[in-house]
């Protein structure tokens, strides 16, 4: 399995990457994003935007870097289903359906990186082996 230690990266790398993207295009449309929130009758759009902007381009840079992967995968795995709820939730519609269940399944793999962890190329494989040097060189 040695040689397959890149996988975990890979599958960050394919879930963090449209995350980020779609907090960074978020940046660049306030307005049509809050009209769009406003519009799906949530509450406080201007607020629900930054938490999106944060957990979207935020969570998407921290998986992407390997960062404190278990918690922020669970905050975004929330968030799928949440937007799924909200955003999609018109099943007549195909289209709908279809972003609905993608939300579903992008939760199941944050959920997945939230039980496994980062992999090998990590910041947290790094810090935790990092931590673990400190630890033994202070013991001795």
Not at 55 to 62: D, N, T
């Amino acid at each position: 399995m040695e040689r397959y230690k890149f996988i975990p990266l890979l599958g960050r790398i394919m879930l963090g990457a449209p995350f980020a993207m779609s907090g960074l295009s978020k940046l660049a449309a306030y307005a049509a994003t809050v009209g769009y929130i406003k519009a799906m009758g949530l509450p406080v759009p201007p607020l629900a935007y930054l938490v999106s902007i944060v957990i979207e381009l935020g969570g998407g840079l921290l998986l992407l870097s390997g960062y404190r992967v278990r918690p922020v995968s669970v905050v975004m795995a929330l968030f799928c289903l949440v937007t799924a709820a909200f955003f999609h939730h018109n099943f007549a519609d195909q289209n709908q359906m279809i972003h609905f269940l993608k939300n579903v399944m992008m939760a199941g793999g944050l959920l997945q990186i939230a039980y496994f962890g980062a992999g090998a190329y990590s910041l947290d494989q790094f810090f935790g082996r990092f931590g673990a040097r400190l630890a033994s060189a202070s013991a001795n």
